[in-house]
């Protein structure tokens, strides 16, 4: 046994005389603005001997500070520190932060950096630029403004959803946001968000002018016919639900819900200007057969067995209608897509796209640039439609809103073009 702990000592104290790698250190951010709110964060990290010893000093004004010092027993071999810039009466303006680490081998290995920053608690000066914003339940408004510094992030907040803005060459920022349909009148309060880099925030509100729309009830009756006919084609979705009107109900519950969650992906994927021009298109020749915000009640055998809430229009046509793009755009999605059936969404800039649904051919492929009025697919009944039509939707920032003002050229006048013209033309 004794023998056993001199091979391991000696086995430990050769390691530590060999170690002569020098310990890394990384911050984050290396350089640029940081407050107390959004501390740099230092990251040591010694594999060998582990580490020794931490200091961190700060200079400012000709002036040098201690800021940490620390010491470690050995074996840690990783420590990841936010700076608390607090502990010190920084002013706003450069400073230069000193690192120096050394570890615990017995010819000590020692790491030294420093980094140029700059204390900002300033918050941002936000200039909203458009006056009327008057907003319909479940409809879209536009918003735009200017931020007196580079931010990580800027946008309009609606209860608990942010709505993106994009900055125009102009130093402009263009924000579509909207009174999403499931936002009581009294929570809709739309603000201006901003945040710079160093994690300094400012609010700003905006004049505007909520509009009422109540939404309009539906009855669907769920057919046994419907049942046996449709639930096959999502038996895949969940295998080990066998009872028709149980996988109904997952379906339009739980695969629903995934969907809208891939929507809110999407939302991603979409110019930072407007690749639209003018009013939207809608179908040629159909028949409306469902509206916006729609609260349905589904009904089998005459009972309630589940409610959704129906967020797009429905249109019908001759089976198999070719049907044209909108406006002009790129297409992010064209596949199967859940209740929605063979859908194509096209993506048509500052986070508004358009969606075509339960289609019977998909003549377009994610990634082509689409020609206002070409023809990408045609209609039909696959996904949760029970008879040939399109379900035309308008997503805006991952949320379904009102298609019906898109396809008004004169609310694009009043509402979006007329504000974008005249807010572009200033100086």
Not at 32 to 54: E, F, M, T, Y
Not at 158 to 171: I, K, L, M, S, W
Not at 245 to 269: G, P, S, T, Y
Not at 418 to 423: A, I, M, T
Request: glycine content about 8%; proline content about 6%.
């Amino acid at each position: 046994m004794i023998i056993l702990l001199l091979v391991v000592g000696t086995a430990a104290g050769y390691f530590m005389l060999r170690d002569s790698q020098a310990p890394d250190l990384t911050l984050t951010p290396e350089s640029g603005a940081v407050s107390a709110k959004k501390p740099p964060v230092l990251k040591i990290q010694d594999d060998g001997a582990g580490l020794k010893s931490l200091k961190v000093s700060v200079s400012q004004d000709g002036k040098t500070a201690e800021l940490i010092s620390k010491t470690w027993q050995g074996g840690v071999s990783v420590e990841e520190i936010p700076l608390p810039l607090d502990k010190l009466p920084l002013k706003n303006g450069p400073l230069r932060l000193t690192v120096q680490v050394s570890d615990s081998a017995t010819l000590a290995n020692r790491a030294e950096r420093s980094f140029e920053l700059a204390i900002d608690t300033k918050p941002p000066v936000i200039s909203v630029l458009t006056t009327a914003h008057n907003v319909y339940e479940g409809g879209a408004g536009l918003t735009m403004f200017r931020v007196n510094e580079d931010v990580k992030y800027a946008g309009v907040k609606v209860a608990e959803r942010f709505f993106p803005a994009y900055r125009q060459d102009n130093g402009v920022y263009a924000c579509l946001f909207a009174w999403p349909h499931n936002v009581q009148r009294g929570a809709f309060t739309p603000r201006v968000v901003v945040e710079d880099p160093a994690g300094n925030q400012r609010t700003a509100g905006i004049y505007y002018n909520p509009i009422a729309r109540p939404p309009r009830a539906d009855r669907i009756n769920i057919s046994q016919a419907f049942l046996d006919s449709k639930m096959p084609d999502f038996q895949h979705y969940f295998p080990e639900t066998t009872d028709p009107l149980q996988l109904f109900l997952r379906i339009n519950r739980e695969l629903r819900a995934k969907n809208v969650a891939r929507l809110n992906e999407l939302a991603a994927k979409t110019a930072d200007r407007p690749l639209w021009e003018g009013a939207f298109l809608r179908l040629p020749n159909a028949a409306p057969r469902a509206d916006f915000n729609d609260r349905r009640d589904y009904l089998f055998n005459g009972q309630k067995v589940d409610s959704q809430t129906h967020l797009g229009i429905d249109l019908a046509s001759l089976a198999a209608s070719p049907i044209p793009a909108s406006n002009s755009g790129t297409v992010v999605l064209a596949e199967d897509f859940g209740i929605y059936g063979q859908c194509i969404i096209i993506d048509h800039g500052l986070g508004l796209q358009s969606l075509y649904s339960h289609l019977s051919s998909i003549d377009v492929a994610v990634g082509d640039q689409i020609s206002k009025g070409q023809v990408i697919g045609r209609t039909g009944a696959t996904g949760m439609a029970g008879g040939d039509h399109l379900h035309f939707g308008i997503v805006l920032s991952g949320l379904e809103i009102n298609p019906r003002e898109w396809l008004d050229g004169h609310w694009i006048k009043d509402n979006f073009t007329g504000k974008w013209d005249q807010v572009m033309a200033q100086p």
